[in-house]
């Protein structure tokens, strides 16, 4: 089992830049495919990336494609996300999930979440 913190959210203005981070407790942390999902206010949770549990692979949310950078560092049992060229329709709430499959956009295919981070990106 492994337990997420998010940190790193705030307000940015319109093209400005955030990184985000994920602390995992836990054990394995390395055997984990992560992900990050956003929520926006009356939206369904949408695929922001993924990456493999050794970083050699990463997607991408059509919408963030060019701007965010999925990485992460085992040692740190952190999962970042870099987000550049930051648009108001980046603000929603950032999620970290932890999935013990292959990598994946759908939600259901992680078990474990963070709490979550808000972002918010004003125009």
């Known amino acids: 089992q492994v337990q997420l913190v998010e940190s790193g959210g705030g307000l940015v203005q319109a093209g400005g830049s955030l990184r985000l981070s994920c602390s995992a407790s836990g054990r394995s942390f390395s055997s984990y495919v992560m992900g990050w999902f956003r929520q926006a206010p009356g939206k369904e949770r949408e695929f922001v990336a993924t990456?493999?549990?050794?970083?050699?692979?990463?997607s991408y949310g059509d919408s963030v494609k060019g701007r965010f950078t999925i990485s992460r560092d085992n040692a740190k049992n952190t999962v970042y996300l870099q987000m550049n060229s930051l648009k108001s329709e980046d603000s929603a709430v950032y999620y970290c999930?932890?999935?013990?499959?292959?990598?994946?956009?759908?939600?259901?295919?992680?078990?474990?979440w963070g709490q979550g981070t808000q972002v918010t990106v004003s125009s």
């Open positions: 999930a932890a999935s013990r499959g292959t990598s994946s956009t759908w939600d259901r295919s992680y078990a474990y």
């Open positions: 990456i493999s549990w050794s970083g050699g692979s990463t």
